[in-house]
């Protein structure tokens, strides 16, 4: 039988206990339940992934983290502390959100639109500073929008409109960044060129938690999964420790070789054709 080399995975070094976790939570809409019993833990300083089918409560359970959602029962802890007991604005400072969709003011303007990032660091003794015009000076090069800074956001393209409101995330300047499916209306290469820039935010020490559907970007980019199925965790680990043929059957009910990536030799997906002959185990 030829040997398999192992598949490499993003880290190596294993994460200290996450800032943000749930303990037991279930979490729903007014009486639905969505998701129940979550514990699970974001490691500080990480890029994590929450992947799983459609409708299994991934961005449940990212708008809980945000104290979008609150728990009907258990907890959602932000540095051990119950997160509903900070004020709004010490939130806000600590976690940034982008959810699936977003509607802009009409006739705002896009460094308009990315400046409101800076909000939860003004108040009415201390309004816009040199620090707020920096840091959208930042998140609008981060993402490559400088051309278009005075450009109405209703003028721009779904990818545009899309990295517009990554800027406006960046330039909260928070520690810790949740998004939800950000690469939604981008083309591939701005998915990659986002996914790069997240990847180099927390190799700058900050936590990005997003919601992927594509496996083989997760695992490229993200150093931890959490796999979700049915309003559950199934799993959650290193790309090396989670994708197995064993778990994108059980969950995603796809029947599947895991290979190497043969650029970066983190795990990549590659699904079996069903009316193809099995492949053949000795090499």
Known sequence: MTATRPIAGPAAVPHPAGRLRTENATIGYDRTVVCRDLTVSVPPRSFTAIIGPNGCGKSTLLRALARVLRPSSGQILLDDRPIGSYRTKEVARTI??????????????????????????????????????????DALAATRLNEIAGKLVSELSGGQRQRAWVA?????????????????????????????????????????????????QAARYADHLIVMDDGRIDTAGSPTEVLTTEMVERVFGLRALIVPDPATGTPTVVPLDPEAAAPNAEG
């Open 168 to 216: 406006m995330l960046l330039a909260q300047q928070t520690s810790i960044m949740l998004l939800d499916e950000p690469t939604t209306f981008l083309d591939i290469a701005h998915q990659y060129e986002l996914l790069q820039l997240l990847r180099n935010l927390r190799r700058d020490g900050k936590t990005v938690v997003t919601v992927l559907h594509d496996l083989n």
């Open 96 to 137: 940034g959100l982008l959810p699936q969709s977003s509607i802009a003011p009409d006739g705002i303007r896009v460094a308009d639109l990315v400046a409101r990032g800076r909000a939860p660091h003004q108040s009415l003794v201390q309004q816009w500073r040199p620090e707020d015009e920096a840091a959208v000076a």
